[in-house]
């Protein structure tokens, strides 16, 4: 059940920013002092965080493209990399809530 939420939450992000172009994903966000791009690589970071730890891999450094456009794309990989790692409910439920935390932080 929370893979399908997790699924659903990463759609909805990817929807909600999949058509933007450079001047808004450079644009500060609603909350905290960082960049809609920052936020968002922020959550890729953090997801492919918690594939690495429910893997039981070393966490590695998720590279921060020069092309903002690939986000979306970056958090569709680290997403399906969790989702295919077999994470706890706990797990799915952390990554689910930073998803939403971050669409509403847009």
Do not use: F, K
Not at 35 to 61: F, K, M, Y
Request: proline share 4%; glycine share 6%.
């Amino acid at each position: 059940m929370g893979d399908v939420e997790l699924g659903r939450g990463v759609e909805l992000l990817v929807r909600q920013v999949g058509h933007w172009q450079q001047p808004r994903w450079s644009a500060a966000a609603s909350a905290g002092n960082v960049s809609r791009a920052d936020l968002v690589h922020r959550l890729v970071q953090e997801i492919a965080n918690l594939a690495a730890d429910t893997e039981g891999q070393p966490r590695r450094t998720v590279p921060r493209l020069d092309n903002d456009l690939v986000l979306a794309d970056q958090l569709r990989v680290v997403a399906a990399d969790l989702l295919a790692a077999d994470p706890s409910d706990e797990v799915l439920a952390r990554a689910t809530a930073e998803v939403a935390a971050t669409r509403t932080a847009l």
